[in-house]
């Protein structure tokens, strides 16, 4: 009997970790989705920019404040957590506390200091950010997108957050044996007074019911992480680390219609000459993109890795003036399809059967894609380099040259440009009239 709560600590800690692998695969299948793009290139360049954004979150304190508050829960919520490690050795083997004996009291209680210090400040930014997001009036937490499960799993976390750092804070504060060793208890001895006139096996149960409520509760947190928002605080590292380096307003184009458009430029090529052979048909089964598959396998990384943090909507030129385009909600629109994808392949033993929705329409309307002035300002803003318009500009792609369904102005200015070499309607002979006018 004395060895079932070791037995029943392991039993936990491989569930939480399995689901945890389990939900890992499925991410990793789902992205893998996506069509193949070449990422491997400037390693060193790619490898600084993880460090700078995703470690030393570096575009986050574009905004001081709330860049500030996140550091603090970032950092605390992190560096609190290198305790679960002796929670994990104690569980397993049934000791307590068993740092406290292996490394010297002063370093443990630095240590034990430090945590409970940061264990306040998160619970202080937690309160903040719970404010700001629920009574505060700040737009881009009030967007359309932001009603329901978006808004109700933002305030799970803060309040995820808030369970845990009391339970760890009482979990130090019933700690007798702790308490007397008189080492790293900085905020918890303040919250003894409040357990006063308990007997010790009171005490006793209180501070066990507090440290197994804590890993179990790190143990579901963790596997949580998969159905929210804050799967970036895993996914941010490599997202920053396989984002786009090249110039933002530089856009991607088809071989095969750049060939096309040489072809057409060059007076002595011959359009019926034939391929080498040998040489491999370049041209797409399909222009742009219209459903989440036909999407590359970083922009759907991208996705998974939205914070849902406005902070690329309440900069979008077109939100401010009143259009219909969030980049945050194509980001969660693209996850939501995903997600549905990954979900019908898995009730159909691996085989995704066509379901009669498709990401552009039943998701993304061709009028929130058209408000889109590319203009950048979206990925510029995003704290951990995700890209909305590179999805836009995919999608836009397939309604022009899959669909001819461009606004009527677009599509006179591309007759204007086949027909008259430039987007206005008059002929190259009459283009300089304007010149002679008085």
């Known amino acids: 009997m004395q060895y079932l709560p070791n037995i029943f600590f392991a039993l936990a800690l491989i569930a939480g970790i399995g689901f945890f692998v389990m939900n890992v695969k499925k991410l990793s299948r789902n992205i893998k989705l996506g069509k193949d793009v070449n990422r491997t290139d400037r390693k060193s360049e790619r490898l600084k920019n993880m460090m700078m954004i995703a470690l030393g979150q570096s575009k986050m304190v574009k905004r001081p404040f709330s860049g500030f508050l996140h550091i603090i829960v970032y950092v605390g919520f992190i560096i609190i957590n290198i305790e679960v490690l002796e929670i994990i050795i104690d569980g397993l083997f049934g000791t307590h506390r068993v740092f406290l004996n292996v490394i010297p009291k002063s370093v443990y209680g630095f240590l034990i200091g430090t945590f409970e210090i940061l264990a306040v400040l998160v619970l202080i930014t937690v309160i903040i950010f719970w404010l700001r997001r629920n009574v505060s009036d700040i737009k881009r937490f009030m967007s359309r997108e932001m009603k329901g499960w978006p808004k109700k799993d933002g305030n799970y976390i803060l309040y995820f957050e808030i369970v845990l750092m009391t339970l760890f804070l009482t979990m130090n504060a019933t700690d007798t044996a702790f308490q007397e060793a008189g080492s790293g208890n900085l905020i918890s001895q303040f919250l003894v007074p409040l357990f006063d006139g308990f007997s010790p096996e009171a005490l006793h149960i209180i501070e066990r019911t507090a440290w197994w409520i804590h890993i179990l509760g790190i143990l579901t947190f963790l596997n949580y992480l998969y159905y929210s928002k804050h799967l970036h605080i895993l996914l941010a590292f490599p997202n920053t680390y396989f984002a ?189 009239n304007w010149a002679n006018e008085e």
Do not use: H
């Open 244 to 432: 786009n380096l090249n110039p933002k307003g530089q856009f991607n184009n088809l071989e095969s219609v750049t060939k096309e458009v040489k072809l057409m430029m060059d007076p002595d090529a011959d359009p019926y000459a034939m391929p080498e052979e040998g040489a491999e048909d370049e041209v797409p089964e399909k222009f742009g993109a219209s459903e989440v598959t036909d999407l590359n396998w970083v922009q759907l990384l991208n996705a998974y890795t939205c914070t849902e943090c406005g902070r690329c909507t309440s900069a979008c030129p077109a939100n401010l003036t009143g259009k219909k385009l969030s980049p945050r909600k194509i980001m969660m629109d693209t996850r939501d399809r995903l997600e549905e994808v990954g979900r019908n392949i898995d009730a159909n033993n691996g085989e995704f059967k066509d379901d009669g929705k498709q990401l552009l329409y039943d998701f993304i309307t061709p009028e929130e894609l058209w408000a889109c002035t590319s203009c950048n300002a979206c990925v510029e803003e995003c704290p951990v380099n995700i890209d909305p318009l590179s999805i836009i500009m995919d999608m836009r792609r397939y309604l022009v040259m899959e669909q001819s369904a461009a606004p009527q102005e677009l599509n006179m200015m591309m007759t204007n440009v086949e027909n008259n070499g430039a987007p206005w309607p008059y002929n190259q002979q009459d283009r300089l």
